[in-house]
């Protein structure tokens, strides 16, 4: 069984920074993507950004220039810093990530980490 645990949310000011982290259970070379979602209050999960397997990453443009994502092939893990933060990046912030299993597309799902930008 697969897990995805993520860590690293908490109180920031604006313009403050974290960084979060994505441990897997398992090595993250099985997944041939993961990334980062998060979902404010009433909205719907919005893709923040991607790391692939061949080591391609990617984030959305409301928040290029201010998250970086990455992977730790060795630690199993993914991060995601987020500097300059703004309120508007407050949000549920969750890893994904997905593997071939034979002929099937696997998809997996941390149980979230609260982010909340705010003074």
């Known amino acids: 069984q697969v897990q995805l645990v993520e860590s690293g949310g908490g109180l920031v000011q604006p313009g403050g920074s974290l960084r979060l982290s994505c441990a897997a259970s398992g090595s993250i070379l099985n997944f041939y993507r993961m990334a980062w979602y998060r979902q404010a209050p009433g909205n719907q999960r919005e893709l923040v950004g991607i790391a692939t397997r061949g080591g391609t990453t990617n984030v959305s443009a409301s928040v290029k220039g201010r998250f970086t994502i990455s992977r730790d092939n060795g630690q199993n893990t993914m991060y995601l810093q987020m500097n300059s933060l703004k309120p508007e990046d407050t949000a549920v912030y969750f890893c994904?990530?997905?593997?071939?299993?034979?002929?099937?597309?696997?998809?997996?799902w941390g149980q979230g980490t609260q982010v909340t930008v705010s003074s």
């Open positions: 994904n990530a997905k593997a071939y299993v034979g002929d099937i597309t696997e998809e997996y």
